[in-house]
C-alpha cells in the first residue's frame, strides 16, 4: 500500500522539472541540428551529393505541394485584400490598396504561407519516414555499408527544399496578388491598372531580398529540423508518431519567430 501511494506520488506534475527537461530536450535538438547543417554543408560545397535523388525530393517537396500553396495564397490573397479595400476606402486612400496588399505579400504573406504549407506537408512526412527508417533499422544498414545518412538523405532533401520552398513563396506570392487584384476590383472598383501602378511605387528591391531571406531560412527550419528529429527517434511506432508532431511544432513555431527577427532587421523606414 505505502509503495502504490510513492508511486503515486511520482506520477504527479512537476513543473520545474517537466522545464527541466523541455530546456534538455530542446538544446539537444539544437545542437543535433547545427551539427547536421555543418556537416550537410560540407556535402553541398564540395558537391558530393546524389543529383538524381535531389530532383526526386524536387518533384516531392516542390511539384506536390503547388496546390495546396495554391489555394492557402488565394484565399489569404481574398480574405487580406477584401479588409484593406474596404478600410482604405473609408479613408479615401483606395489608389494605395496595390502597395499594402502587395507589401504585405511579398514581405509577410508569400513566404510565411509557402514555409507553413511546407512544414505541414513535408516536414512531417520527412521525420516519419527517416524515424520509420531509424526504426527498421535502415539506418544502420547504411552505416554498415558505410554510407553516411546525412550525405544519402539529408543533403538531396535540404538541396531540393532551398530550390522549391523559394519557388513555392513566390507562387504563393503571384497568386495572392492576382487575388488582391480581383477583390480590389470587385470590393473598390479599383482599375488593376492603378493597382499594379500602386505596387510599383510601393516596392522596392530590398522587399525581394528580405522574401528570398525568409524564404530559404524557412527552408533550412523545415529540413533540418524534421531530418534531425527523424533520424534522432527511438522506440516503436508511437515514437514516429510523437517525431511528427515535434517537427510541426518545432517548424511551424520557428517559422514565426524567424520571420519576426528578419522583419524586424530588415526594416527601414521608406
Same mark, same amino acid.
Given at each position: 500500500?505505502?509503495?502504490? *501511494?510513492?508511486?503515486?506520488?511520482?506520477?504527479?506534475?512537476?513543473?520545474?522539472?517537466?522545464?527541466?527537461?523541455?530546456?534538455?530536450?530542446? &538544446?539537444?535538438?539544437?545542437?543535433?541540428?547545427?551539427?547536421? +547543417?555543418?556537416?550537410?554543408?560540407?556535402?553541398?560545397?564540395?558537391?558530393?551529393?546524389?543529383?538524381?535523388?535531389?530532383w526526386?525530393?524536387?518533384?516531392?517537396?516542390g511539384?506536390?505541394?503547388?496546390?495546396?500553396?495554391?489555394?492557402?495564397?488565394?484565399?489569404?490573397?481574398?480574405?487580406?485584400?477584401?479588409?484593406?479595400?474596404?478600410?482604405?476606402? *473609408?479613408?479615401?486612400?483606395?489608389? /494605395?490598396?496595390?502597395?499594402?496588399v502587395? *507589401?504585405?505579400?511579398? !514581405?509577410?504573406? @508569400?513566404? &510565411?504561407t509557402?514555409?507553413?504549407?511546407?512544414?505541414?506537408?513535408?516536414?512531417?512526412?520527412?521525420?516519419?519516414?527517416?524515424?520509420? #527508417?531509424?526504426?527498421?533499422?535502415? &539506418?544502420?544498414a547504411?552505416?554498415?555499408? !558505410?554510407?553516411?545518412?546525412?550525405?544519402?538523405?539529408?543533403?538531396?532533401?535540404?538541396? /531540393?527544399?532551398?530550390?522549391?520552398?523559394?519557388? =513555392?513563396?513566390?507562387?504563393? #506570392? /503571384? $497568386?495572392?496578388?492576382?487575388? @488582391?487584384?480581383?477583390?480590389?476590383?470587385?470590393?473598390?472598383?479599383?482599375?488593376?491598372?492603378?493597382?499594379?501602378?500602386?505596387?510599383?511605387?510601393? *516596392?522596392?528591391?530590398?522587399?525581394?531580398?528580405?522574401?528570398?531571406?525568409?524564404?530559404?531560412?524557412?527552408?533550412?527550419?523545415? $529540413?533540418?529540423?524534421?531530418?534531425? $528529429? @527523424? =533520424?534522432?527517434?527511438?522506440?516503436?511506432?508511437?515514437?514516429?508518431?510523437?517525431?511528427?508532431?515535434?517537427?510541426?511544432? +518545432?517548424?511551424?513555431?520557428?517559422?514565426?519567430?524567424?520571420?519576426?527577427?528578419?522583419t524586424?532587421?530588415?526594416?527601414?523606414?521608406?
Open positions: 500500500m505505502t509503495s502504490a *501511494l510513492k508511486n503515486n506520488r511520482k506520477t504527479w506534475f512537476n513543473p520545474w522539472l517537466f522545464f527541466e527537461e523541455q530546456m534538455t530536450a530542446g &538544446i539537444e535538438l539544437l545542437g543535433q541540428v547545427v551539427t547536421m +547543417w555543418i556537416t550537410a554543408m560540407k556535402y553541398i560545397i564540395r558537391r558530393d551529393f546524389d543529383a538524381k535523388e535531389t526526386r525530393q524536387c518533384y516531392m517537396i511539384v506536390r505541394s503547388f496546390v495546396v500553396v495554391a489555394i492557402t495564397a488565394l484565399f489569404t490573397g481574398f480574405a487580406m485584400s477584401l479588409q484593406i479595400s474596404r478600410e482604405l476606402v *473609408l479613408f479615401g486612400a483606395d489608389t /494605395a490598396i496595390g502597395g499594402v502587395s *507589401l504585405a505579400l511579398v !514581405r509577410e504573406i @508569400g513566404p &510565411i509557402a514555409g507553413v504549407m511546407v512544414a505541414g506537408r513535408v516536414g512531417s512526412s520527412v521525420a516519419a519516414e527517416l524515424a520509420t #527508417m531509424v526504426i527498421t533499422e535502415q &539506418i544502420d547504411l552505416k554498415v555499408m !558505410r554510407v553516411d545518412p546525412v550525405k544519402f538523405l539529408v543533403v538531396p532533401r535540404y538541396i /531540393a527544399g532551398l530550390t522549391m520552398t523559394l519557388v =513555392l513563396s513566390v507562387y504563393a #506570392m /503571384a $497568386i495572392g496578388l492576382l487575388a @488582391g487584384i480581383y477583390i480590389a476590383n470587385i470590393a473598390a472598383n479599383l482599375p488593376a491598372a492603378t493597382f499594379l501602378d500602386s505596387v510599383k511605387q510601393t *516596392l522596392l528591391d530590398r522587399d525581394f531580398v528580405t522574401h528570398f531571406i525568409k524564404s530559404e531560412i524557412n527552408a533550412t527550419i523545415i $529540413i533540418m529540423f524534421s531530418c534531425a $528529429i @527523424g =533520424l534522432h527517434t527511438r522506440g516503436g511506432a508511437e515514437d514516429v508518431g510523437i517525431a511528427t508532431t515535434r517537427t510541426v511544432v +518545432w517548424t511551424m513555431t520557428l517559422i514565426f519567430v524567424f520571420n519576426y527577427i528578419v524586424s532587421l530588415t526594416y527601414a523606414p521608406r
